[in-house]
C-alpha cells in the first residue's frame, strides 16, 4: 500500500526547544526537499540548508535528511527538516511544506501508514506509543522487546503451527470415505493441547506486560478519620492529601501515581463513607464508591481501636481486598499479614496490621500488592502488552479448548477445524495481519501527531 497524498506534522514535542523536527511522508517529499535545497537531496545524508518562505527570506537554518521509500520508516519517501525547536519557526516551516502540496498528518498517520507498507505489525506499532508514553524504566524496557518483535514472532510461532494444525486436520476433510489413522488423531490431538499450554504461558507473560503498561489502581477507602489520607502520603512520599483530626475533610478523590519497585500505581483517596446530610460530602461518598468499583485492589483502612466494618455492599468489588487495621501504635499490637482469614468469604481478605504513623508494618502491605498484582520484581515481564490482546489470546483460548474437547470426544474434524480457523484469526487480530478498519482508527487515534 502507498497514499497518493503526502503528509506532514512537527514531530517533536510542543513547547521551546534546542530542535524541532518538521516529518513530511508521502509521494511529494522528494519534490519539497528539492524546493528546499535547490537540488534533488542525497539519500540518508545529511544536508545543511536554509529554510525560506514563499518571499525567499530565511525562516531558519537546519538539517534536510531524505529517505527513499521503501526503505523508510513508513515505506515511503520520507524528508525530515531539523531546525531550531521555536513553535513559531516550526510552525513556519510547517506552513511552507504544506504550501507545496502536502497535508496535515492525522494523530499516528505515519506510524499507520508503517503498518498499511508492512514495515511494522499493529503490536510493533502501538509499542512505539507505548514507549513515547512511559512513565517508568520497566515500561520502557517492555515496550522496546515488543517494538524488536519480542511479542510478533511468539504470536506468529503460534500462528505457524496452528496453521500446520489445520492443514494435517484438513487434509483428512478431502477425503471424507477413509477412515482417519489413529496416529494423525493423536498427533492433532498433541498439537491442540501443546498449543493451548504455550499460548496459556503466552497469555501469562501478556498479562504481566499489561499490568506494566497500565498499572494497579488502588483504592484507599474506609470510614471517616481511619488514616486514609495519611496512608496516602506515606505511600507517596509526599503531603499530598489534608490531614486533620476532622472527620469528613476529604471530600473529592485524591490520585497520585506512583512505582513500587517499578509496579506503576494509581493511588486514590477517598472520601470516609458514612451516611450525611451534607450535600457536597455525599457527592464525595457517591465518587468513592465509584472508584471502588473501578479498583483493580481495594486498600480498607479501619482504626485498630474500633469495631470491624463490614466492606461496602458495592458491585462489583475487586477481586484484591485488604482490610487494614491501622493505629497499631495506639493498641499495642504488633505488625502482622494474616492471609485470608475466611476462605470462603467472597470477595477474599487479607488482614494487615500497621501503623502509619511509626511505619510499623508499612513494608508488609506493600510486599502485599506486588503479591496481589502475581508481580515479579526479577522478571517483570518480557514486552508490553494491551488489554486488547489479552482479550484475543482469551478468544484464542477458548477456540483451542473447544478444539481440544471436540478432539477428545471423536467429533467430526470439521467442527475442530472451525474451531482451529477461529482461534488462529483471533491470534491475527493482535499482529494485524486481521483487522477491522475502526479498530486501526481507535489504535492510532491514541498517537501523538508527527507519530
Known amino acids: ?129 507505548d514507549l513515547i508514553a512511559s512513565a517508568t524504566a ?31 486436520l484438513e487434509a483428512t476433510l478431502d477425503f471424507p470415505d477413509e477412515e482417519i489413522d489413529p496416529d494423525d488423531e493423536r498427533a492433532i490431538r498433541s498439537a491442540i493441547d ?62 497520585v501515581d506512583l512505582q513500587i519497585d517499578g509496579l506503576p500505581l494509581r493511588l486514590v483517596d477517598t472520601a470516609g463513607l458514612r451516611p450525611t446530610d451534607d450535600p457536597v460530602e455525599r457527592e464525595g461518598v457517591r465518587r468513592a464508591e465509584a472508584a471502588i468499583a473501578n479498583a483493580d485492589l481495594l486498600l480498607w483502612i479501619e482504626d485498630d481501636r474500633g469495631p470491624y466494618h463490614p466492606l ?43 501503623s502509619v504513623r511509626s511505619g510499623d508494618g508499612l513494608e508488609l502491605l506493600r510486599r502485599h500488592i506486588k503479591d496481589s498484582a502475581d508481580y515479579d520484581t526479577e522478571a517483570p515481564g518480557d514486552f508490553s502488552a494491551r488489554r486488547r490482546h489479552l482479550e484475543a489470546l482469551r478468544i484464542t483460548l477458548s477456540h483451542l479448548h473447544a478444539a481440544a474437547q471436540s478432539a477428545a470426544t471423536a467429533a467430526t474434524p470439521d467442527l475442530i477445524a472451525e474451531d482451529l480457523r477461529q482461534a488462529q484469526r483471533a491470534l491475527g487480530e493482535i499482529t494485524g495481519e486481521i483487522s477491522a478498519d475502526d479498530l486501526l482508527g481507535r489504535i492510532f487515534a491514541d498517537f501523538c501527531i508527527g507519530k
Do not use: W
Open 312 to 354: 461496602p455492599a458495592i458491585e462489583p468489588l475487586p477481586a484484591n481486598c485488604v482490610r487494614i487495621r491501622n493505629k497499631i501504635d495506639l493498641t499495642g499490637r504488633s505488625p502482622r499479614l494474616d492471609r485470608a482469614p475466611q476462605p470462603s468469604q467472597k470477595p477474599p481478605e487479607t488482614e494487615i496490621a500497621l
Open 1 to 129: 500500500m502507498s497514499s497518493s497524498d503526502t503528509i506532514a506534522a512537527i514531530a517533536t514535542a510542543p513547547g521551546i526547544g534546542a530542535i524541532g523536527i518538521v516529518r513530511i511522508s508521502g509521494p511529494l517529499a522528494p519534490i519539497i526537499a528539492g524546493q528546499i535545497l535547490g537540488h534533488s537531496p542525497t539519500a540518508r545524508y545529511a544536508h545543511l540548508a536554509t529554510f525560506e518562505d514563499t518571499d525567499g527570506h530565511p525562516i531558519d537554518q537546519g538539517l534536510v535528511l531524505f529517505f527513499p521509500g521503501p526503505r523508510s520508516f513508513t515505506g515511503e519517501d520520507v524528508l525530515e527538516l531539523h531546525g531550531h525547536g521555536g513553535p513559531v519557526v516550526l510552525d513556519q516551516v510547517l506552513r511552507r511544506v504544506l504550501a507545496h502540496g502536502a497535508r496535515l498528518a492525522r494523530p499516528g498517520e505515519f506510524s499507520e501508514r508503517a503498518f498499511l507498507n508492512g514495515r511494522l505489525d499493529l503490536t510493533q506499532a502501538e509499542a512505539i506509543a
Open 138 to 168: 520497566a515500561q520502557a524496557r517492555l515496550a522496546v522487546r515488543s517494538l524488536a518483535g519480542a511479542f510478533s514472532r511468539q504470536v506468529r510461532d503460534l500462528a505457524e503451527r496452528l496453521t500446520q494444525t489445520r492443514v494435517h
Open 194 to 255: 501443546q498449543i493451548a499450554a504455550d499460548t496459556e504461558a503466552l497469555a501469562a507473560s501478556a498479562r504481566h506486560g499489561e499490568l506494566i503498561r497500565d498499572g494497579l489502581q488502588v483504592v484507599i477507602a474506609g470510614p471517616p478519620n481511619a488514616g486514609k489520607s495519611s496512608l496516602l502520603n506515606v505511600l507517596s512520599a509526599g503531603d499530598t492529601a489534608i490531614v486533620t483530626p476532622i472527620a469528613g475533610t476529604t471530600r473529592d478523590l485524591l490520585r
